[in-house]
């Protein structure tokens, strides 16, 4: 055995006669469909991700859902690098998609998980993120029941692009979307925003920076739960606010409904580290990514009560009432700043650019 | 870290407010010369807490803005040469050329890379030898050191592949030039924070005396603002003309003399075009002699570049303060952030980009009305 292929967690078991350990990364022949693709499977992925469902291999995953309607949803995931200060491409693209179901108002369930994979790409990290993507299913409480796994030549992809797709169970009397914000209703943030941009950030080539932030790349079906069991008739949109940020988020909700949004910014909980790494990049924390945030549209009424949920929750203690919908500027986001003046916040084209000083 | 909260107090900007409300008696012009401090009023909505009289006039201190899209072109036909690695920071990477613009000549197959500093792209030229790196530096005197320091360390440890495409603009024949300018309007300045940490602010007097216009150092935060505001105008009420500085945390009246040797060393004073502007006599630096080895339009003797600017962008205007960016037919129709026609709508320190990121296409009372229930409702 070489030194690299020792390192991988997941083969100690190892017990085919052609092992891998001639390939501590991965070949072409890891996504032909042959013996070296089975054993991926067999190997790797089967075991990280067992359950009924998966273990047949076959074609499909046969599944048991309850009556009532589904929801679907899918991403892929293509980030660079991919392992940052809290988390991986793997935990990245199962609460991606979890999240995407939860805050539609559905029970995740099942999940598909498609690798795309370049060819070098060194099996220890593969099996890296497979443990990552295992532990944050479990987490969520949803299972991986099929997937798939492409090999393209080197220099065709940045070692690792994931791909899922998710089911989830409507919840009944459940009526949440992005069209349905009222004038008047509260809008709840679940916690700090930026931090998943900033971390990402402060780790990419080029760019990288000092610092203590972290990814809060987390499985929002949890708190999204206990939010729907105290005030479920109450909530009328939700959304996580991911790429572009929670100002992107605000803009789609106000055009879907066609309502205006106003916030304020000094009740957006932004951590200090964020503030000062988004200061120094000219970068502005509403448009920052973030990967375990969801934003509430609340009746009124029942603002108080939502908050206090998000607060007992982990991964709500620091949620926080930021603003409202409002009839007057249909389809615009404004901000009162912490100067008591006014600015519009809009759409962001493309990709927010640092400054030149 | 205090600076984030210490200077963006409502509270105490509500004061300072209150204090120029009171102590103007008469419409005032006011240019605020960087188009960082642009960005921040905007967005801080500092120039809706002024008496209607008193108007900030936003200057040509956007370094991105006056560029001059020769000089893009330039830097996109070096850029698109196989073998290059050319090196921005990110906001130039957006700004359109006569035919296109950085991102694209990156999708084309093009090296663009974004950097925080050209010393990055330094040592991208040693980890590259076989590879021309090239950074494009522009900006006003405070991003000037550090190209300095760039071309500098190349030339001490001998790196043949590194090579600076550089424009930089200076402050103070800027103000000489709009002072001089028939049917100027601007009464007193804002000089430019930053550019005075690097620079100090000894150059400014003789300007303020021989224009009899106060000159007030002034930073970035919204109390900065505020109260470089309120100095300028507690001179204009009185009379006076003096330079004052309002920074005194970060400047002082001789600047970073270690910087400004190295200047001194690396450029030469040269006469520069401002876009939108013209040509300013000695308003800008190259690389002397001693460093014109690293200079990148040497090196590649980019030629038979077409350049056009759009007829109906009125940035010129704009960054001499004649007019405010919604006054111009194209803002907002023809030329949007997303559709820039000059490069004030392009960078986010643009004041063009600024009055349309910012919702100034919407009228102040609108603006002012919006969020009226807001305070009350929110809570942290």
Redesign the interface.
């Known amino acids: 055995m070489t030194e690299a292929s020792r390192a991988v967690p997941d083969f100690s078991n190892w017990s085919c006669p052609l092992p891998l350990v001639g390939y501590p990364s991965i070949v072409m022949g890891h996504g032909g469909g042959g013996k070296l693709g089975n054993e991926l499977v067999e190997h790797l992925f089967l075991p990280a991700f067992r359950n009924p469902a998966l273990e047949n291999l076959g074609d499909a995953a046969v599944l048991d859902l309850p009556a009532g309607k589904l929801a679907m949803s899918t991403d892929s995931f293509v980030v660079r690098p991919l392992f940052f200060p809290g988390g991986s491409i793997g935990e990245l693209a199962v609460n991606g998609t979890v999240n995407d179901l939860a805050v539609s108002g559905a029970e995740p369930k099942y999940l598909s998980a498609s690798f795309i994979l370049e060819e070098g790409f060194p099996l220890a990290q593969l099996a890296a993120i497979v443990e990552a993507m295992a532990a944050a299913a479990k987490t969520a409480g949803i299972q991986i029941v099929t997937g798939d796994t492409k090999v393209v030549e080197r220099g065709h992809g940045d070692g690792c692009y994931i791909n899922t797709a998710g089911i989830g169970a409507l919840r009944p009397g459940i009526q949440v979307g992005p069209h349905r914000a009222q004038a008047g209703d509260?809008i709840l943030v679940s916690g700090t925003i930026g931090d998943h941009g900033m971390a990402i950030m402060s780790v990419r080539e080029?760019?990288e920076f000092e610092s203590q932030i972290t990814s809060d790349c987390a499985a929002l079906n949890g708190i999204i739960a206990d939010v729907l069991a105290a005030a479920g008739n109450s909530i009328h949109a939700m959304r996580d606010p991911t790429r572009g940020g929670l100002a992107s988020t605000l803009n789609e909700i106000a055009l879907a409904s066609s309502v205006?949004i106003?916030?304020?910014e000094?009740?957006m909980?932004v951590r200090?580290q964020v503030?000062?790494a988004c200061?120094l990049?000219?970068l502005d924390p509403v448009y920052v990514a973030n990967e375990g945030k969801a934003v509430f549209f609340v009746a009124?009424e029942a603002a108080e009560q939502v908050l206090a949920v998000l607060r007992a929750h982990p991964l709500g203690r620091e949620a926080?009432?930021?603003?409202?919908v409002?009839a007057?500027?249909p389809r615009?986001l404004?901000?009162?700043?912490?100067?008591?003046?006014?600015?519009?916040i809009?759409i962001q084209?493309?990709e927010q650019?640092?400054?030149?000083? | 870290m205090k600076y984030l909260t210490e200077f963006r107090n409502g509270e105490i900007a509500q004061r300072i407010a209150r204090e120029i409300h009171q102590v103007a008696t008469r419409p005032w012009k006011i240019m605020e010369v960087c188009g960082g401090q642009t960005h921040s009023i905007i967005k801080n909505g500092i120039d809706q807490m002024l008496p209607a009289g008193i108007e900030m006039i936003h200057g040509p201190g956007c370094p991105v803005c006056v560029t001059p899209l020769e000089l893009i072109d330039k830097a996109l036909a070096i850029a698109a040469q196989p073998g290059v690695i050319f090196c921005s920071f990110g906001d130039m990477l957006r700004v359109p050329g006569t035919e296109c613009d950085l991102f694209q000549v990156k999708s084309a197959g093009g090296d663009v890379r974004v950097v925080y500093s050209p010393l990055d792209a330094v040592e991208l030229a040693v980890k590259n030898p076989d590879r021309q790196v090239v950074f494009f530096g522009v900006g006003f005197e405070t991003t000037a050191p550090a190209n300095a320091m760039s071309v500098h360390i190349a030339k001490r440890r001998g790196i043949k592949n590194f090579s600076l495409l550089v424009s930089h603009v200076l402050v103070p024949p800027a103000i000489v030039a709009i002072m001089g300018s028939p049917g100027n309007l601007v009464q007193g300045f804002l000089l430019a924070g930053h550019v005075c940490s690097v620079m100090g602010y000894w150059e400014y007097p003789p300007i303020a005396e021989k224009y009899k216009i106060p000159l007030v150092v002034t930073g970035f935060e919204p109390l900065d603002l505020l109260d470089g505001i309120r100095r300028a105008v507690i001179q204009l009420e009185a009379g006076k003309y003096e330079v004052e500085n309002a920074y005194e945390r970060i400047v002082t009246f001789d600047g970073n003399q270690g910087a400004q040797k190295l200047l001194a060393e690396v450029f030469e004073v040269t006469d520069r075009a401002w876009r939108g502007i013209g040509v300013i006599p000695k308003s800008g630096w190259r690389l002397s002699a001693d460093y014109r080895e690293f200079d990148a339009e040497e090196r590649f003797h980019i030629t038979g570049i077409h350049t056009q600017e759009s007829p109906l962008c009125r940035s010129g205007d704009v960054l001499r303060g004649t007019i405010k960016p919604a006054h111009c037919s194209a803002f907002g129709e023809e030329c949007t952030p997303r559709h820039p026609l000059g490069a004030t709508m392009v960078s986010s320190e643009g004041a063009c980009a600024a009055y349309y990121n910012y919702g100034r296409f919407i009228s102040a009372e609108e603006l002012a009305g919006a969020g009226a229930g807001l305070s009350a409702a929110v809570k942290g």
């Open positions: 509260a080029g760019l205006g106003e916030i304020d000094a009740s909980p200090t503030q000062s200061e990049l000219g009124p926080a009432r930021i603003g409202q409002t007057q500027h615009m404004v901000a009162r700043t912490a100067m008591g003046a006014n600015r519009v809009p084209i493309g650019l640092p400054r030149i000083c």
